[in-house]
C-alpha cells in the first residue's frame, strides 16, 4: 500500500533547496571578479592571449594564488612570451603582467604578484575544520582556451580526507614522482565528487555560503601520485587544503 505524500515536509524540502540555490547564486557573483585565468601575451602569437589554468586573487588584491604545474608549464614554452593573469571584462579579456613570487613544488602551490590596480580578493577559510561530507563548490576555466574565459562553478561534497600519495602494491607501478613525494611529510588533501578538468586547476574550492577559499584544485599533480597505479583516469576531483598556502616559518 503506497503511503500519503506528507505535502508540508516536501514544501519545506523544496523552499531549503531553494534557498541554497539562491544563496549559491549570490554566493557566484561575489566570488567572480577574484577568479582569473593564468596564461601569457605574445603579440606576434595569434591569438595573441592565451590560458591553460585557472587563478584566484587574496589578500591585498594584487596576490593570485594558482597551482605551481600551471606556471611551470608556461615558464617552459617561453618564447617571447609575458606571463600573466587575464581579467574578464564584459566579453572581451584584459591581460595584467604577473612575477611568480613563490613557487611550494611539494604542495604544487605558486603565488604570483600582478601590476596594476587592485583586483577584488577572496578571504581565507579554516580548511582544518573542513569534514567530510561538506558541502563546498569550486570555480574555475575548464579546459582552457576551448572553453574560452567564461567562469564555471560546480557544487560537491568532500568526499574524503585523503593522503596525498599512497604506497603503491607493486613495485613496477612506482616512479620518480611518486618515491619523492613518499619521502616527504605525509600531508592530507580534498577527495571532491564534483567534476573538475586540467583547466580548473588553481581554481578556488570555496563555501557556497560565504565564498571563504577552503582549498585549490589540483587535477595534475595529485592524481600523479595518488593514482600512479591505475592505467586510465580515474575522474576524481582533488583539492590543497588552503591551509598550506600559509608561508612557511622563517628558519
Known amino acids: 500500500m503506497l503511503k500519503p505524500i506528507c505535502w508540508p515536509a516536501l514544501l519545506a524540502l523544496s523552499l531549503a533547496f531553494s534557498s541554497s540555490a539562491d544563496e549559491l547564486s549570490h554566493t557566484i557573483e561575489l566570488v567572480k571578479p577574484s577568479v582569473v585565468g593564468i ?9 595573441a592571449l592565451q590560458f591553460i589554468g585557472s587563478g584566484f586573487v587574496i589578500e591585498d588584491g594584487l596576490t593570485v594564488v594558482t597551482a605551481a604545474h600551471v606556471v611551470n608549464e608556461l615558464l617552459r614554452t617561453d618564447q617571447g612570451e609575458n606571463l600573466g593573469i587575464l581579467v574578464r571584462q564584459g566579453e572581451s579579456a584584459q591581460f595584467r603582467a604577473a612575477a611568480v ?19 577584488p580578493a577572496l578571504r581565507m577559510g579554516d580548511s582544518a575544520r573542513v569534514q567530510e561530507g561538506k558541502s563546498l563548490a569550486f570555480m574555475g576555466f575548464p579546459l582552457g582556451m576551448v572553453l574560452g574565459l567564461r567562469h564555471v562553478t560546480h557544487r560537491c561534497i568532500v568526499s574524503a580526507i585523503t593522503p596525498v600519495a599512497m604506497p603503491s602494491l607493486s613495485s613496477s607501478k612506482l616512479d620518480g614522482k611518486l618515491l ?10 580534498f577527495q571532491l565528487d564534483g567534476t573538475a578538468y586540467p583547466g580548473n586547476s588553481g581554481s578556488p574550492l570555496f ?10 584544485v589540483n587535477m595534475v599533480f595529485v592524481k600523479g ?8 583516469p580515474s575522474g576524481i576531483a582533488y583539492a590543497i587544503p588552503a591551509s598550506l598556502l600559509e608561508p612557511p616559518p622563517p628558519k
Do not use: C, W
Open 39 to 47: 596564461g601569457s601575451f605574445q603579440k606576434t602569437r595569434s591569438p
Open 101 to 119: 613570487s613563490m613557487i611550494d613544488k611539494e604542495h604544487d602551490l605558486a603565488r604570483l604578484r600582478v601590476q596594476g590596480a587592485p583586483i
Open 180 to 189: 619523492n613525494q613518499l619521502q616527504r611529510t605525509p600531508y592530507a588533501v
Open 207 to 216: 563555501d557556497p555560503d560565504t565564498g571563504e577559499v577552503i582549498g585549490v
Open 225 to 232: 601520485v595518488k593514482e600512479a597505479a591505475i592505467s586510465a
